[in-house]
């Protein structure tokens, strides 16, 4: 039987992470992929003790790998966009079938690169690109091809998903429990992509087109990260029955379609509110099959090389009836390719949490709630502490009723403005997520 060779660029957690379990489960895999799949070639720039490579040749120049014509299919493992561009276009270019797990060089070069690998009929296949192990990609591609996907909503950033689980479970710091994330090889190279909603982006921008079958479109995405979470704030939303998650959201509806990416209250008995650590979830409504939900391990060496490795035999069976890209790419490439156009935030609507400090004497609470009235949002819930011994200042939480960001937006202003109001007022949208 011939074995499908692959060309494995990058030793990192997942370049590593993916070498050995190539290994350790070789027989198994060979098994569902109908022939053996076998490492011929690794292109790195610096090894890996995590990884002895037995004897596999290694490329310190990756291009070699993308040249090589023993290698059937390329890996790329390496990260970043420019060289991860340039290795995935001459892979393409020489005929080789392409895996990556990198989502920001689908989310921003994606079209581009899917249309190159149509004209030369060969695979992009990205699964470990988007969640981790989770297999969401396929998912959305095959099992809910019947559907017309309402929304789906993700914590899909498993390293901002750990920092919020831990400042609310054992009330760590930020930065303390970020600096975890990075030693446990979850956050990227940069983690300032992790906490600024980035990474998260790029892996909305890539579901979302596959859900509403749009082109790619990373400069669309709105993008908050979860820096201005505070102890405070977790404590707040557990008073009011809620969870702060970072999320990415997608909505499709008569105005277009919503792209979003945000700290976001979610009520406590939600599925989704539950999952927790490094953990991503993926809570995805289609029309016929109503919602559905996708968990496991967003990030990590062998939860991302599962992805990886279910890419290639997906590509070893193509191979062996001679075909490429048996299921299309999705709406990046494929015939039903449609743009919608994008909701803008100030018109998105969404219930509010507002933090607010305000001096303790009365009038205050009434000149607030007055100016939410005239901005036509009602107050669904409010708390106000009494204030510590000596403590003239009183934090003070509104939690609102649906309202578009730009009615928000006016009302914070004008209470900002008011002269018992201190700093700037704290907004976080809730999702109820019930349809
Ligand atoms: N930094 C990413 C995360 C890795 O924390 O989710 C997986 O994409």
């Given at each position: 039987?011939?074995?499908?060779?692959?060309?494995?660029?990058?030793?990192?957690?997942?370049?590593g992470g993916t070498f050995r379990l190539l290994a350790s489960n070789a027989d198994l895999i060979a098994g569902r992929a109908d022939t053996p799949i076998e490492v011929v070639r690794v292109g790195a720039r610096r090894d890996n003790p995590d990884c002895p490579l037995g004897g596999v040749p290694v490329s310190r120049d990756i291009f070699e790998v993308a040249r090589d014509p023993e290698v059937d299919i390329l890996v790329e493992l390496i990260g970043g966009t420019d060289t991860a561009r340039e290795l995935v276009e001459a892979a393409i270019d020489n005929g080789k079938h392409v895996v990556t797990a990198n989502k920001a060089l689908i989310a921003e070069h994606g079209n581009a690169?899917?249309?190159?690998?149509?004209?030369?009929?060969?695979?992009?296949?990205?699964?470990?690109a988007v969640a981790g192990g989770i297999p969401i990609?396929?998912?959305?591609?095959?099992?809910?091809?019947?559907?017309?996907?309402?929304?789906?909503?993700?914590?899909?950033?498993?390293?901002?998903?750990?920092?919020?689980t831990e400042m609310r479970d054992k009330r760590r710091a930020f930065a303390d429990v970020l600096a975890e994330a990075q030693a446990l090889g979850y956050a990227e190279a940069d983690p300032t992509f992790d906490v600024e909603g980035i990474d998260a982006a790029h892996k909305l921008a890539i579901l979302a087109a596959l859900a509403f079958g749009t082109p790619l479109n990373m400069n669309a995405v709105f993008a908050e990260g979860i820096t201005g979470i505070t102890p405070l704030d977790v404590d707040f939303v557990k008073e009011l029955g809620y969870r702060i998650k970072h999320l990415g959201i997608a909505r499709q509806s008569p105005a277009g379609v919503e792209l979003r990416v945000h700290p976001t209250l979610i009520p406590k008995r939600r599925l989704l509110a539950n999952v927790d650590g490094v953990k991503n979830a993926v809570l995805v409504e289609g029309d016929a099959v109503g919602p559905t939900l996708y968990y496991g391990a967003g990030a990590g060496a062998e939860p991302t090389a599962s992805a990886v490795i279910a890419d290639l035999v997906d590509i070893a069976r193509d191979i062996a009836v001679g075909q490429s890209d048996r299921v299309p790419a999705g709406g990046?490439?494929?015939?039903?390719?449609?743009?919608?156009?994008?909701?803008?935030?100030?018109?998105?609507?969404?219930?509010?949490?507002?933090?607010?400090?305000?001096?303790?004497?009365?009038?205050?609470?009434?000149a607030v709630t007055r100016i939410f009235s005239e901005q036509g949002i009602s107050i669904e819930g409010l708390i106000q502490k009494a204030p510590s011994a000596g403590e003239a200042r009183v934090p003070v939480v509104v939690l609102t009723n649906t309202a578009a960001q730009s009615q928000v937006d006016e009302a914070v202003l004008q209470i900002e403005a008011l002269p018992t109001i201190y700093g700037s007022i704290t907004r976080i949208r809730v999702e109820t997520l019930d349809g």
């Open positions: 039987m011939k074995a499908v060779r692959i060309g494995l660029c990058g030793l990192g957690t997942v370049g690169l899917f249309a190159r690998a149509a004209r030369r009929g060969v695979s992009l296949r990205f699964e470990a990609i396929k998912a959305l591609r095959e099992g809910l091809a019947g559907n017309r996907i309402e929304w789906l909503a993700g914590i899909i950033n498993g390293t901002t998903n750990f920092i919020l990046f490439a494929g015939s039903a390719v449609r743009d919608l156009p994008v909701v803008p935030m100030a018109d998105v609507q969404t219930p509010w949490y507002l933090r607010m400090e305000a001096e303790d004497r009365p009038g205050v609470m009434s």
